[in-house]
């Protein structure tokens, strides 16, 4: 992980480039690099994860083409062999600009992983830029006032020079000149579900099982420890469950929680810690410690969204914890909930239509929101977070079974249908989970760190005669970030605003998942597990 910038175009400035780029130095401390390149500069902020040696330096040359990639490629070894690639180091991107030399903008529809890229050719001056599939890295856009391009992983380093920000979006490409042109899409968001079939329920969950199984697997090589958040909710429980079955009875796992005293996460992380033996480590932090750093995470994470704010706030403070223990790389359970529509208000989906559409819509929004949250509110503090859930292997899975089996009431556990039922008995085997876990009912990250962290939240607010989203937004003003990255509207327990219309009349437009009282239970009551299956 690392963060990338570029200014192209007429006299370019070097110490202004430089300058610019150390603003997102946090996001790569262990090495700094400016290359000129034909049209510009490049600078490159290294976080030593893959190939720690000199050999991992960026950025790669080949013949003309210089590239910088921001993210970790996990197909790197078969693209190298399939394209007769031999790499000096052992760098997993090491590979990019000879790749692109061969097949030019086929390049990211090649690629397993999450990435954002530049490559700049020498000869023709011509820059090539792309994102992942679904911006779980991001990467921003601007030209200033003589139409200089800038590129960088964060807008903090373009607000100061740019008279116009904006992001560049996931599933999108350009080559060319050195301008904001015309972007093209390599990752088309067209998943055809199957037709439900009940003689092929079990083949269903095989393809479940297995496929999580390998995007744990190949997220697991790194060159620094392996560390796992762990909430205690299902989808990081998965992940370091999976993990611990990958590596082995033998090998050394950390997980990693974070909440307020009494905290609902805290008694079913431990749970899962125990049960996979796992290293856990707990950390605590007030409302109060939490309130203190708002103005901070709204500086890094680049966002005036109250929800995103919400659930950053404990992330960054964990983040810093675990960087204190010497880990760069966690992987956690983000981007479940919106593939397998885990949210709270997705039991008021009115048809499977609508249902497989509101999942489409919140993954290919998920830039906007939980992806960025997780990027940069880690990275903050130098750690990178790795999510097997948005593995598109995986989501070619979660995305294309039968719509009717994702939906809560096709599962139910103990007389309540539950939502990721299917997900949940696909991975009821092997004793992965102790089942208080594997049915744990959905608590959203900023409710289940503890209750009183939204409260105490909303009551700061109301003392200090302002509301949540007034103040939020004038601290992210006062970093001149742009008015357009910000996606908002109409929420229900993290609805769209599409989500929000299923919702039975009086319900509170709000992101937490307590807002659905229909279907919240509070703290998850222990039982004995009973699951029925609705045909």
């Known amino acids: 992980m690392c963060g990338i910038f570029g200014c192209f175009g007429n006299n370019c400035d070097r110490m202004v480039a430089i300058e610019n780029a150390h603003k997102q130095i946090h996001r790569g401390p262990d090495d700094f690099c400016c290359l000129e390149v034909t049209c510009g500069f490049v600078c490159f902020t290294r976080l030593n994860i893959m190939d720690r040696t ?8 080949f013949n003309e ?6 993210g970790e490629i996990y197909n790197h070894k078969e693209l190298e062999q399939e394209y007769g690639i031999q790499t000096v180091g052992k760098s997993d991107c090491e590979h990019i600009p000879e790749l692109f030399s061969k097949i030019g903008t086929e390049l990211p529809s090649k690629l397993s992983g999450m990435f954002g890229i530049i490559i700049v050719n020498n000869n023709t001056g011509e820059v090539f830029i792309t994102r992942d599939h679904m911006g779980i890295i991001p990467l921003y856009w601007g030209v200033d006032e003589d139409d200089r391009l800038y590129v960088a992983s964060e807008q903090k380093c373009l607000v100061d ?25 390599w990752y088309p968001m067209n998943w ?15 393809r479940i099982y297995n496929g999580l199984y390998k995007a744990v697997e190949k997220m697991i090589p790194c060159d620094s420890p392996n560390g796992f958040l ?17 590596l082995g009875p033998d090998h050394e796992i950390h997980t990693f929680t974070i909440g307020l005293e009494n905290a609902p996460d805290f008694k079913y992380a431990r749970e899962v810690a125990d049960h996979i033996g796992a290293i856990h480590h707990e950390f605590k932090y007030t ?3 939490g309130i203190d750093v708002i103005p901070q995470v709204i500086k890094k994470i680049e966002t005036h969204d109250n929800t995103t704010i919400r659930a950053s706030t404990p992330q960054y403070i964990l983040a810093k914890r675990i960087q204190s223990w010497g880990f760069k790389m966690v992987m956690s359970g983000e981007g479940a909930d919106e593939a397998w529509g885990g949210y709270l208000y997705f039991h008021y989906a009115p048809n499977d239509e609508e249902f497989h559409e ?14 960025l949250r997780t990027n940069k509110s880690m990275l903050a503090s130098s750690v990178e977070t790795r999510v097997p859930f948005l593995d598109p292997d995986f989501l070619e899975i979660a995305m294309t079974i039968p719509v009717r089996m994702k939906h809560p009431k096709f599962i139910q556990y103990n007389g309540r249908p539950i939502e990721k039922g299917v997900l949940r008995k696909a991975c009821d085997r092997d004793d992965l989970l102790p089942s208080s876990v594997l049915w ?6 900023s409710d289940s760190v503890g209750y009183n962290w939204i409260d105490g939240l909303k009551e700061h607010y109301n003392c200090m005669g302002t509301s949540e989203t007034e103040f939020n937004k004038n601290i992210y003003n006062k970093y001149k970030y742009s008015s357009t990255t910000v996606k908002q509207g109409k929420t229900v327990a993290c609805s769209t605003p599409r989500g929000a219309t299923w919702m039975p009349e009086g319900t509170a437009h709000d992101a937490s998942g307590r807002s659905v009282a229909g279907v919240h239970m509070g703290q998850t009551k222990d039982a004995q597990q009973s699951v029925t299956t609705e045909i």
């Not at 000199?54 to 040359?61: A, T």
């Not at 199957?194 to 083949?203: A, D, F, G, R, W």
């Open 54 to 61: 000199e050999h991992g330096r960026q950025p790669f040359v």
């Open 65 to 70: 083409f210089v590239g910088m990639t921001n």
């Open 161 to 185: 020079v740019c008279c116009r920000v904006e992001i560049f979006p996931p599933r999108m490409y350009y080559y060319g000149p050195p301008k904001m042109g015309k972007l093209r899409q």
């Open 192 to 206: 055809q579900p199957q037709p439900y079939i009940l003689e092929k329920e079990e083949e269903v969950y095989d």
């Open 230 to 246: 762990l909430s205690g909710g299902l989808d990081s429980s998965l992940v370091a469950a999976f993990a611990r079955k990958i």
């Open 287 to 289: 409302v109060q410690e």
């Open 358 to 371: 509101e999942m489409k819509e919140k993954l290919a929004d998920l830039h906007y929101y939980d992806c």
């Open 440 to 445: 744990r009912q959905k608590e959203q990250f």
